[in-house]
């Protein structure tokens, strides 16, 4: 009999301790839930009304492109970039939120969501994205005179849309099999840089096409002919390629909807 008892207590116990892993294991599932659609999109509306806020606070704060250093300006020119700051743009787009520009919310919703909506980090993206267009002239570089032989050789162009009404930016890379063509466009570092800037100038007549509007086409599709590419000897190419993707990752976020390689 003491024999069943004892049997009967463990068996009690282990029913118990059972029970317990169970409601630990409800609790942890419910902690690990993936947030609803609902929460998401208080998630995102938060970070997007806090972002404004921190945008707008740059701007008339004057240090949206960095700490300024005013006490090499006279009080005249102090007024003026004031001025200036305020009436930033990016892609054509008013920054100031209290503007109340219909572009201006959908522009800083790609940096929310290139950066998991991570308030601080997107406007650490927003920040170097102005101050490397402003070092780099980007704004003025759609009048540039690059070079037609990119263009007359074919190695890019900007063609129709896809069936949501993208732009479609195509580039042909064999045509880089031909080593007459392949030297002239990166024979040297300059010429190496002219092709890099002529990339960036590509991508800027797309952005030229897009609609910041909500419900408007605002993204590029990229589609790139690796057909008859060469396969040796094309060093340079591939290192101007991977600048021109780490460019378009850090300061053109959410601008391109997809690559394609045919």
Known sequence: LKVQLEKKNQLEDHDCDQEDDDDDLEATSLGDAAPSPAEIKLKAEKSLLEFRCKVEDAILGNYLLGEQDHEKLAPQEIVVAREQIREITLWGVPLLPSKAHKGTDVVLRKFLKAKDFKVSEAFDMLQKTLVWRRENNVDRIIDEDLGAEFGNNNAGFLCSKDREGRPVCYHVCGIF??????????????????????????????????????????????????????????KELNSVSKKALILFQNYYPEIIHKNVSL
Not at 183 to 203: A, E, H, M, V
């Open 177 to 234: 099999k031909d080593r007459r063509i392949y030297k002239k466009t990166f024979g040297s570092d300059n010429k190496c840089d002219k092709y890099l800037r002529w990339r960036i100038q590509l991508i800027e007549k797309a952005v030229k096409k897009l609609c910041f509007r909500e419900g408007g086409v605002s993204s590029v599709l990229q589609v790139f002919d690796l057909r008859n590419t060469p396969m040796q000897g094309t």
